[in-house]
């Protein structure tokens, strides 16, 4: 009786590790080469990007995450022109967020409250 209620606890709590799942929701900043980059998740699902060009001004780009298949697609406008990108991310082991847009890698630090 003991060793089938240690097993049934133990496979209750592997189903809840996997079923609660990693929340990506937070702010997450990247800085370098007179660029800032911040990118804002919620709901595990919505992506806004605000990119600081020092020499070029600010622009805003919105869209998407896909958790299970780990891609993020922005949309939105870039010196009056119209930009759609489309890429994949992953976490660091550090808790860090690597994205990767049309071949640019991006490291992004996650921002402490």
Known sequence: MRKKLLAILFFLSIFCLVACGRSINGTYIQRG???Q????????KTAKMKIKNFLF???HLKGTINQQKKEIHL??????????LE?????TDKGNLVVTLE?????FEREEK
Not at 37 to 43: F, H, V
Not at 75 to 84: L, N, R
């Open 33 to 35: 080469d007179g660029i």
């Open 87 to 91: 890429g994949t991310y992953d976490f």
């Open 103 to 107: 071949g640019e890698t991006i490291s």
């Open 37 to 44: 980059r911040q990118l804002s998740i919620s709901d595990n």
């Open 57 to 59: 001004g600010t622009y």
């Open 75 to 84: 949309k939105g406008e870039k010196w009056g022109a119209s930009v759609d």
